[in-house]
């Protein structure tokens, strides 16, 4: 079981937890929602539970809670720059399909 950053999103989530006091890593997760079930969740975790599952990768502390970690595993983040666009992608080798515009997918 493993969730893994690129060096992009690891530059990116490194440079913004140093402007935070509180905060101890990456929390991901998934929310039901959008056309094809799922979506992803990312914030900036300031505790973590004796539920959560850790994962350290490139200098970063990435918690998952275990539900999520079922339909996540494997999963690469990546932060990509568009244009005036960047945005964190994901890399789900567990989907079975996502949705015409990329928010969600299924399982």
């Known amino acids: 079981m493993a969730i893994s950053l690129t060096e992009s999103a690891a530059e990116r989530v490194r440079t913004y937890l140093e402007k935070r ?9 998934v929310t039901k929602s ?4 799922y979506s992803y969740v ?3 975790a300031e505790e973590i ?3 959560d599952i850790v994962f ?11 539900e999520a970690l079922q339909l996540i595993d494997g ?18 080798p567990n989907i079975s399909g996502e949705c ?3 928010e969600s ?3």
């Open 105 to 107: 997918f299924t399982v």
């Open 56 to 66: 350290e990768d490139k200098g970063v502390t990435v918690i998952v809670d275990p």
């Open 34 to 37: 959008g056309c094809s079930g």
């Open 42 to 44: 990312i914030n900036y």
């Open 49 to 51: 539970s004796d539920t």
């Open 75 to 92: 999963t690469e983040v990546d932060f990509v720059k568009n244009g005036l666009n960047e945005a964190f992608s994901f890399r789900n």
């Open 21 to 29: 006091a509180n905060c101890v890593g990456l929390r991901l997760g």
């Open 100 to 102: 015409g515009c990329g």
